[in-house]
T-cell receptor, first 111, second 113 residues
Framework: NAGVTQTPKFRVLKTGQSMTLLCAQDMNHEYMYWYRQDPGMGLRLIHYSVGEGTTAKGEVPDGYNVSRLKKQNFLLGLESAAPSQTSVYFC??????????FGDGTRLSIL | DQQVKQNSPSLSVQEGRISILNCDYTNSMFDYFLWYKKYPAEGPTFLISISSIKDKNEDGRFTVFLNKSAKHLSLHIVPSQPGDSAVYFCAARVDNAGNMLTFGGGTRLMVKP
C-alpha cells in the first residue's frame, strides 16, 4: 500500500527553469494538498483541491500553479523558479474531515 | 501573523520521563486540533487529535489536552522512549469544506537513553 507518492525526491534547478512535481495517492481521497516546509515555519499550504478538476489557493500560492486532472494525481508547477522557492515540498491527501496523509517530500534547490 | 505557534523549538527529555509539548493558537474559529510526528527524510504522520468540544484525548502513551479559554493545547508522552525522538507539529482546522490545516513551526524532541 503506497499511500501518497511524490516524484521526484530531489531536484536542483537553475533560476528561471520550470518543473513539475507529481503527487499520486491510492486511497481514493477527494482532497489533496501541496505544502512547503521551511526552517522554523512549519508547513505552509500552497494550493489545495477538494475534488477532480477543482483547485484553490492556500496561504502562499504566488509563483506556483496546480492541476488536478485525475482524482489520484495532484501536480505542482513552478513556471520560473526563484531561489526563494528552495524548500521541501510535501503533498498530502485526505477524506473529508479526516487527518491528512503525507508523502515523504521533494527536496528542491534553486541556484 | 502565525495563528498556531509552538514556542519551544526543541526539548530534551530523559527516557522514561514525561515529555510535554506545547502549542498556542489565536484563531477562535479553530474547531479541531491535531499532532503530527515527523522523522528526518519522511513525511509527517498523524499522531493524535482532539475536537474543540473535548478537553482531553488519550491514546496509549500519548495524551492531548485542550484549554480553549487559554487557546492552548499540549501533548504529553508518558513514558518517553528514544524512538519518540522526532519533530512534532501542532495543527489546527477551521470547520470548512477544504479540511485545511494551519501548522505550528514544530518542536524537536530528543529523548536520551
Amino acid at each position: 500500500n503506497a499511500g501518497v507518492t511524490q516524484t521526484p525526491k530531489f531536484r536542483v534547478l537553475k533560476t528561471g527553469q520550470s518543473m513539475t512535481l507529481l503527487c499520486a495517492q491510492d486511497m481514493n481521497h477527494e482532497y489533496m494538498y501541496w505544502y512547503r516546509q521551511d526552517p522554523g515555519m512549519g508547513l505552509r499550504l500552497i494550493h489545495y483541491s477538494v475534488g477532480e478538476g477543482t483547485t484553490a489557493k492556500g496561504e502562499v500560492p504566488d509563483g506556483y500553479n496546480v492541476s488536478r486532472l485525475k482524482k489520484q494525481n495532484f501536480l505542482l508547477g513552478l513556471e520560473s523558479a526563484a531561489p526563494s522557492q528552495t524548500s521541501v515540498y510535501f503533498c498530502a491527501s485526505s477524506s473529508a474531515r479526516q487527518p491528512q496523509h503525507f508523502g515523504d517530500g521533494t527536496r528542491l534547490s534553486i541556484l | 501573523d502565525q495563528q498556531v505557534k509552538q514556542n519551544s523549538p526543541s526539548l530534551s527529555v530523559q527516557e522514561g520521563r514525561i515529555s510535554i509539548l506545547n502549542c498556542d493558537y489565536t484563531n477562535s474559529m479553530f474547531d479541531y486540533f491535531l499532532w503530527y510526528k515527523k522523522y528526518p527524510a519522511e513525511g509527517p504522520t498523524f499522531l493524535i487529535s482532539i475536537s474543540s468540544i473535548k478537553d482531553k484525548n488519550e491514546d496509549g502513551r500519548f495524551t492531548v489536552f485542550l484549554n480553549k479559554s487559554a487557546k492552548h493545547l499540549s501533548l504529553h508522552i508518558v513514558p518517553s522512549q528514544p524512538g519518540d525522538s522526532a519533530v512534532y507539529f501542532c495543527a489546527a482546522r477551521v470547520d470548512n469544506a477544504g479540511n485545511m490545516l494551519t501548522f505550528g513551526g514544530g518542536t524537536r524532541l530528543m529523548v536520551k537513553p
